[in-house]
């Protein structure tokens, strides 16, 4: 079984997430078996130790998505997808046909419900974070981006055009009051407005 070395991830400087304490390197080609989707391989990484309260890190790991099992990303991936359409049994059994990769049907529902968590969990915090607006009017950021295009015809050099428009702007992160419904909801941030003559491919921002 080939070794796979990882690239230098850099760790200098880092500290210990338990204790603080500086963390130093024990070995520097640290091997751990791992199950992708191509098979079995052994990655080689930096290993690092804290002196104070015992915790061991590698970097690396964290850098790859490698999580404390003896999956690859890729194939837990692989493995969560087939496992929200099929049956966990059916799931095994495509992985081993398609991949060549044995993965007992145990494994296939620990990964499914595992990435099951995770969504569950990103959704419990975009209610919390539109609970929090509710509440805090004002208090709260967000991330998203609302995008809106549209269509209409136009009379230009003597002749009807299609035209299209569009605007966007970042939701969020100040809140207002809905004037309709009484409900507190993330407001629009600086609009961006564009239209553009799609059969003459001119635009205007």
Request: charged share 25%; aromatic share 4%; proline share 5%.
């Amino acid at each position: 079984m080939d070794a796979t070395r990882a690239a230098e991830v850099p760790h200098r400087g880092l500290r210990c997430g338990v204790c603080g304490n500086a963390l130093r390197v024990v070995d520097r080609r640290r091997r751990r078996q791992l199950t992708g989707v191509q098979g079995e391989s052994v990655l080689e990484r930096p290993y690092l130790h804290c002196s104070h309260c015992g915790e061991g890190y590698a970097p690396a790991d964290q850098v790859r998505g490698v999580g404390a099992g003896a999956w690859m990303p890729s194939l837990t991936e692989a493995t969560a997808r087939l496992g929200i359409e099929v049956p966990f049994e059916t799931a095994a059994e495509a992985l081993a046909e398609a991949l060549g990769v044995p993965v007992p049907t145990e494994d296939v529902r620990r990964a499914t419900e595992t990435i099951g968590a995770v969504a569950e969990a990103e959704e419990q915090a975009a209610a919390d974070r539109a609970k929090q607006c509710r509440e805090q009017p004002g208090e709260v950021d967000t991330d998203t981006l609302v995008v809106a295009v549209d269509g209409c015809v136009v009379h230009v050099g003597k002749a009807w055009h299609e035209m299209k428009v569009g605007v966007c702007a970042p939701l969020g992160p100040a809140c207002e009051r809905d004037p309709d419904t009484g409900q507190m909801r993330f407001a629009l941030g600086r609009q961006q407005f564009c239209t553009g003559q799609e059969d003459a491919n001119r635009f205007w921002y």
